[in-house]
């Protein structure tokens, strides 16, 4: 893939609100506990709607080894309101439903560190997490996003035997090139820590995204500045067939949200449309489409798709493979992810 830059994308569009909130008429109830700091280094935001690992996920923050935080959990309009076992230290917000990523934007609107990370309520960090990636930041204050590798467990709380989920990065130089974030999402949104003045200029998560709406906030992010990587599998994923990514993996409904993820950025970022890297990442797609249509029987389907990543990546074998097999209703060889 052709190195590129920054400079060369037409930048950042101008600072920018997190994305207007839909209107509604409930309130927003923000409780916050005695033991909250004022002015912490950062903010953990987890939003949650009717989970039963919330508390799993509040006891792993509370674990850490770095202290100077403060926690926001966003109780997402859950029919039965949501209360941790112990709330003395959690600024506490319930709003009107409106989905993990609206969730997630008014937990961040509401945090006062310099540094936000987010954590799913049921997913865990390791100890350490926080402290790792917060010497990160001060080590290089331009760092704009960072996250790590991540573990899997199932929903019992087992931590499987296959290994973690790393990110392809330079663990020497602490950085994930630019080319490698636009290729496809290479990170876990609960591994993620941002810059609190850095995503004040994007539009925070989009609310209308139910698959990939942390994959555009990277996106923006990245342009906007390096994206830090520290090594080793520091949090924990809980993988179960009730999540929507699950459901969004298994029916193949993933690759059209993360379809429009790219086209969300083109609308205010015209000049990527050019870009070798942003048309191999549509390519990557076409790929990953046609795979699905293979395994689902769709051999028209699965030739066009596959003819069109073909167009700009024409020296990959195994999509020449594909279209063969296309061509001679042969299912896939290989998953279509």
């Known amino acids: 893939m052709d190195s590129w830059s920054r400079s060369t994308l037409g930048g950042p569009s101008a600072t920018a609100a997190l994305i207007d909130e839909a209107p509604t008429t409930e309130p927003i109830e923000v409780r916050r506990g005695p033991l909250v700091p004022g002015a912490p280094a950062v903010s953990v935001v987890i939003p949650a709607w009717q989970c039963p690992y919330l508390d799993e996920a509040l006891e792993s923050v509370r674990a850490q080894t770095f202290r100077d935080f403060e926690i926001v959990v966003v109780d997402d309009g859950s029919p039965t309101r949501l209360e941790p076992r112990r709330t003395d230290d959690l600024v506490l917000v ?24 987010l954590l799913d309520s049921d997913d865990r960090w390791r100890p350490d997490k926080l402290e790792r990636q917060v010497a990160l930041h001060r080590r290089f204050p331009g760092c704009v996003l960072s996250c790590t590798d991540c573990a899997t467990f199932d929903e019992h709380g087992a931590v499987p035997s296959s290994p973690p989920l790393r990110v392809r990065a330079d663990a020497a130089s602490g950085f ?6 636009f290729w496809e999402n290479p990170i876990c949104c609960s591994t993620t820590m941002m810059r609190r003045d850095a995503l004040a200029r994007t539009r925070g998560m989009d609310p209308r995204r139910r698959v990939g709406e942390d994959y555009g906030l990277w996106l923006r992010l990245a342009l906007l500045g390096p994206v830090g990587y520290v090594e080793g599998p520091l949090t924990e994923r809980r993988m179960h067939a009730a999540s929507i990514m699950h459901r969004a993996r298994h029916d193949g409904s993933w690759i059209h949200e993360e379809r429009a993820v790219y086209e969300e950025l083109l609308e205010t970022h015209p000049a990527l449309r050019t870009s070798p890297a942003l048309r191999a ?21 699965a030739r066009r798709a596959l003819l069109r990543s073909l167009r700009v990546l ?12 296309a061509v001679l209703h042969i299912g896939p060889l290989r998953r279509p992810r």
């Open 176 to 181: 994930i090139a630019l080319e490698r974030v």
């Open 281 to 301: 990442a549509l390519a990557r797609l076409d790929y990953q489409a046609g795979g699905h249509f293979l395994a689902t029987g769709e051999w028209a389907e």
């Open 94 to 117: 319930r709003a009107p439903n409106g989905g993990a990523a609206r969730a997630r934007n008014r937990g961040m609107q509401l945090a006062r560190g310099e540094l936000v990370a």
């Open 314 to 325: 024409p020296r990959r074998p195994r999509t020449w493979v594909d279209v063969a097999r």
